[in-house]
């Protein structure tokens, strides 16, 4: 069974559309993350939702919302699609409480902006 | 704030050749440290991890030793095999108001050839 899966794995879209990524971990896990991987593989942390209660939001535009339905899901509505957004966006999870907070990571969504 | 610092990449290596990626790090108290592993068109897997000082590290046949006298945490491998090509993240766990959040180096890719 796959731990974290994201949906599609590839998405090609028009500038100034407006495109969601779902997310889903069967883990079982309170926390789950948003990051985005540029061309040049940095990877930076968007989104941190605990519980469904948003934790970490560092620098990012408005036009990014992630929303939690709850616990096992956390999915990504992007408004008004900029070239700059194409990257590679990860979800991942992970268990606080448990010493390490290990995170799972899905198998990513390249989303092409043209 | 927190920070982390791997040597640029690209490594390439011939097969049973010695790998060492180097990776320092910058945070206020004791983190815990990691290495995740890329592979290609894939999502991250963690390889290894140490929570205090001296801790070593291993799996897969590589080791990192957490050396909070030089902030490092190096990654090696006595014998690389072609299919460890694949980009490398060294990432530390942050503290404060980022609850379970990493924080990743730049990530260095490695090219294992026959």
């Known amino acids: 069974d796959t731990a974290v899966s994201q949906t599609p794995k590839y998405l090609v879209t028009q500038m100034g559309n407006d495109k969601s990524i779902k997310c889903e971990q069967n883990?079982?896990?309170?926390?789950m993350y948003w990051y985005k991987q540029d061309s040049k593989k940095f990877l930076k942390i968007m989104f941190s939702?605990?519980?469904?209660?948003?934790?970490i939001n560092e620098t990012v535009p408005n036009r990014f919302s992630p929303k939690s339905p709850d616990k096992a899901h956390l999915n990504l509505h992007i408004n008004s699609l900029e070239l700059g957004d194409s990257a590679v966006y990860f979800c991942?999870?992970?268990?606080?409480?448990?010493?390490?907070?290990?995170?799972?990571f899905g198998p990513g969504t390249r989303l092409t902006v043209t | 704030g927190d920070s982390v610092t791997q040597m640029e990449g690209p490594v390439t290596l011939s097969e049973e050749a010695f790998l060492t990626i180097n990776c320092t790090y910058t945070?206020?108290?004791?983190?815990?440290l990691f290495w995740y592993v890329q592979y290609p068109g894939e999502g991250l897997q963690l390889l290894l991890k140490?929570?205090?000082?001296?801790d070593k590290g291993s799996n897969k046949g590589f080791e990192a030793t957490y050396r909070k006298e030089t902030t490092s945490f190096h990654l090696e491998k006595g014998s690389v095999q072609v299919s460890d090509s694949a980009v490398y993240f060294c990432?530390?766990?942050?503290?404060?108001?980022?609850?379970?959040?990493?924080?990743f180096g730049k990530g260095t890719k490695l090219s294992v050839k026959p």
């Open positions: 991942a999870s992970s268990q606080p409480g448990q010493g390490m907070y290990e995170q799972y």
């Open positions: 883990l079982g896990h309170d926390t």
């Open positions: 939702y605990n519980n469904k209660e948003l934790i």
């Open positions: 945070a206020t108290g004791y983190p815990s």
């Open positions: 140490a929570t205090k000082a001296d």
């Open positions: 990432a530390l766990k942050g503290y404060g108001g980022s609850q379970g959040n990493l924080i």
